[in-house]
């Protein structure tokens, strides 16, 4: 083994290593491959940025906007409607139809794509058919997987090994060459789910959104979402604080943890719980959460408030003090927001107040951009204070020289009292930051202090807390501490639908940028105006504290809003809105087009010998130019994490075969498996294959295995298109796992399965994908 090939199967081993880890994204990790290879001079320049100019990647990226094209055009769309016609059969047809329907979609569309479009058409045909959802939902998913066997332009993966081929000095293989085999797969595949599988699916009764044909008792959501226990009746008394705050101003949803459905008035009236609508005294608001968090406020005070004058004396009192300093140009706070520049942890001080010209601003501050020209207001132990010296413009202050600042809007002193439920928790269990928008700055406590008091100091009774907030925050909390709650109330979620409000359930895209973030981050009832009352996650749901919850691939949300809001909603690329009729409406009138050019790309790729990359180009461009796609919906289309990942890895590729890398594992395969036959060298192959697609993607994967299928090929003296051929089926069938493909996590939730769901039905569609092929391949393509 020479040191070039020990080098690649280091960087090869760390690659796997991070896309199994998920340390950092796997687009990322592509890219940190490439780099790797071309610092440790394993491959030129050139070859490391061949794979932004390699005809696969193109084909890809063009396939995602033809297969845009044929979605926003209604293609899908009109078939589906079409498989509805089926909905009142037997449950073994329904399942081939959907199973069919959907492979022959996949083979000219991105089988990710035709899965999240034909969600809302599966879970329909489960309503009308009075079926669980995880009848169907898994043999549609697996549906869209078996169409990337029937043509090139199937899958990714598909393209990558061709170009392997190409790149190797071989014939590739054509568009249809993938055809027979995929037919013949297909075909028992469907009639395996249809006879035998379908008796073992899951008959789970997942959350099922209300359409507009169901009864009105409206149970099924309620009691699957376990929300009957959560709702209650919250009434603003005559004299209440809250009375003339905004709902977003009350804090009721962020302090307490609550979903406001709806707000009736003393009239009778139902208005919108929108985040701008007022509050009046009288007001009955419909809750849904944690009811515990009101009977802790309204049952005990949760600290009272002293003379504020006491506030202003403790900030310079002791060994602290205040001081300023001016943001210039050249400062390294400048362009930066405060929660960047973490100056608590990092110095140990407290941002008060920043000036920017007239106005003072001394709340929010931790999302606000520091200027040149800008003075900020820093209270501190004085060690601490005095490191900011060699700012410009910086001097120490006494509170009169802070006057300017008017920090007695701002700071108050709180005493906790002895019944007071925040005895015992810790600062941040206490959520005086998050819910109620108090900043502590100091606690005082049997005379003594503590500055800067970090976040799992525990509250004490007795305890004097100097706090910065608004007057409106301690108005508020008072407010919050007044309201009556009423937990028995018999309003259904089902009677607040109608009209131009609907419940509805809201999954997270495999295209979606929000995983990881959580719903308060995004601002998502402000930005979309839509209220989520659950989340449904794997086999459970959450119904409390959602906004601080991250967001994973695969949650379904169970939103509540206006009909018009969440078609708004339907139209994010972050978002596959459950329901058909929320669904944007299709351009029908250019389907036929649609339809036609996609069929010209096929056909002038096979008739005339077009490279199939220029034909997808042009292909590409007649969509945007006949009006079916815009070139921001043909960008939008395009899933750039995928064509990053594939570009970054081919030259891993390049690495492999220069170095010998593929050579030294092709000799251990054969090695390990030549003695049983050539049929068994191909059945490890695509076994290895199928096992690593489960944790990586297939497009890198089939880099990987694609030089070592045709090293092991030449060195049994054979011709390689079997094996090759046989890793691109191995790929497709990503069966046995829900991270796998993101078509299986697609439907894990809606469908209420469990991993163990996949692997008791993947493996013997599996089984019939390398049976088939071990017994096919060699006679399409003789060794």
Request: with cysteine; proline share 5%.
């Amino acid at each position: 083994m020479t040191q070039d090939i020990l080098i690649v199967l280091i960087i090869l081993a760390g690659a796997i290593v991070l896309f199994v880890s998920e340390i950092v994204r796997i687009d990322l990790a592509a890219l940190l491959v490439l780099v790797t290879l071309f610092f440790s001079g394993l491959v030129q320049p050139e070859q490391a940025l061949s794979g932004f100019s390699n005809p696969a990647v193109v084909t890809v990226w063009a396939m995602f906007i033809l297969s845009a094209g044929l979605a926003r055009t209604g293609v899908s769309s009109v078939i589906g409607a079409q498989v509805l016609r089926f909905a009142r059969k037997g449950e073994g047809r329904l399942i081939a139809v959907l199973m069919s329907v959907t492979a022959l979609l996949s083979s000219i569309m991105n089988n990710t794509a035709v899965s999240a479009m034909f969600l809302p058409i599966t879970l329909e045909i489960a309503r009308r058919t009075k079926r669980p959802a995880s009848r169907l939902l898994l043999p549609m998913a697996y549906g869209s997987l078996l169409g990337g066997l029937i043509l090139l332009i199937g899958t990714a993966s598909n393209l990558v090994v061709r170009d392997a081929m190409r790149e190797a000095g071989y014939a590739p293989p054509g568009i249809f060459d993938f055809t027979p085999g995929g037919l013949v797969i297909l075909f028992f595949s469907v009639l395996y789910m249809a006879l035998i599988g379908r008796r073992f699916l899951p008959d789970r009764q997942t959350p099922q959104v209300l359409s507009a044909d169901d009864s009105p008792d409206g149970n099924s959501n309620r009691s699957q979402y376990g929300l009957d226990e959560r709702l209650a009746m919250l009434v603003l008394p005559e004299d209440s604080p809250l009375a003339g705050t905004t709902l977003i101003e009350s804090r009721i949803g962020r302090a307490l943890g609550l979903n406001i459905l709806s707000i009736q008035r003393k009239t009778g009236r139902r208005v919108p719980a929108g985040p701008n609508t007022s509050l009046e005294a009288g007001d009955r608001l419909l809750a849904l959460g944690r009811l515990e968090r009101i009977d802790e406020i309204s049952q005990r005070p949760l600290f009272t408030i002293e003379n504020n004058g006491h506030a202003q004396e403790h900030m310079v009192s002791g060994k602290a003090g205040l001081a300023e300093f001016e943001v210039t140009p050249e400062s390294p706070f400048a362009a930066r927001t405060l929660a960047e520049l973490n100056l608590r942890n990092t110095y140990d001080v407290n941002v008060l107040a920043v000036r920017q010209g007239e106005i003072v601003r001394r709340t929010n501050l931790q999302d606000l951009f520091l200027n040149p020209g800008d003075r900020v207001l820093i209270q501190g132990p004085i060690e601490n204070i005095e490191e900011f010296n060699t700012q410009p413009g910086y001097r120490r202050l006494e509170m009169s020289d802070a006057a300017g600042y008017r920090l007695e809007e701002r700071l108050l002193t709180i005493r906790i009292p002895e019944e007071s439920s925040l005895v015992g928790r810790t600062l941040e269990e206490s959520r005086l930051g998050a819910a109620y928008g108090l900043a502590v700055l100091r606690i005082v406590r049997n005379g003594t202090e503590f500055y800067l008091p970090k976040p799992d100091i525990p509250v004490q009774a007795g305890d004097l807390l100097i706090v910065g907030g608004r007057p409106l925050d301690i108005e508020v909390l008072k407010g919050l501490q007044t309201l009556k709650v009423e937990r028995k109330t018999d309003i259904d979620l089902a009677s607040l639908e109608g009209g131009h409000v609907q419940i509805v359930e809201v999954m997270l895209s495999p295209y979606t940028s929000l995983a990881g973030k959580t719903l308060r981050e995004l601002r998502f009832r402000e930005k979309f105006g839509v209220s989520v009352l659950a989340i449904w996650r794997g086999e459970r749901s959450y119904r409390s504290d959602l906004g601080n919850i991250p967001l994973q691939y695969g949650d379904a949300l169970l939103c509540y809003g206006e009909q018009e809001k969440l078609k708004i909603l339907a139209r994010e690329r972050d978002f596959v809105v459950l329901k058909m009729d929320l669904q944007e409406k299709p351009r029908l009138k250019k389907a036929p087009m649609a339809a036609l050019i996609m069929a010209a790309v096929i056909l002038s790729a096979m008739l005339f010998g077009l490279p199939i990359s220029i034909a997808a180009i042009a292909g590409c461009v007649l969509m945007v130019l006949s009006g079916a796609l815009t070139m921001d919906e043909a960008y939008q289309g395009i899933d750039w994490r995928s064509i990053f990942v594939i570009a970054a890895m081919l030259p891993m590729g390049i690495a492999m075969q220069e170095t010998g890398a593929a050579a030294l594992l092709g000799n251990l395969v054969v090695q390990a498996l030549g003695i049983y036959g050539t049929s068994a060298v191909l059945a490890g192959l695509m076994i290895l294959a199928m096992l690593t697609t489960q944790f990586m993607p297939s497009a890198a994967v089939a880099v990987i295995m694609s030089p070592i299928a045709l090293t092991a090929a030449q060195n049994l003296g054979i011709a390689p298109q079997a094996y090759v051929m046989g890793i691109a089926y191995a790929l497709a069938a990503s069966f046995l796992s829900p991270v796998a493909h993101p078509a299986n996590l697609l439907v894990m939730s809606p469908g209420g399965y469990r991993f163990s769901d996949y692997i008791k039905h993947g493996i013997p569609i599996s089984l019939l994908v390398l049976i088939i092929s071990i017994v096919l391949l060699p006679l399409l393509f003789p060794y």
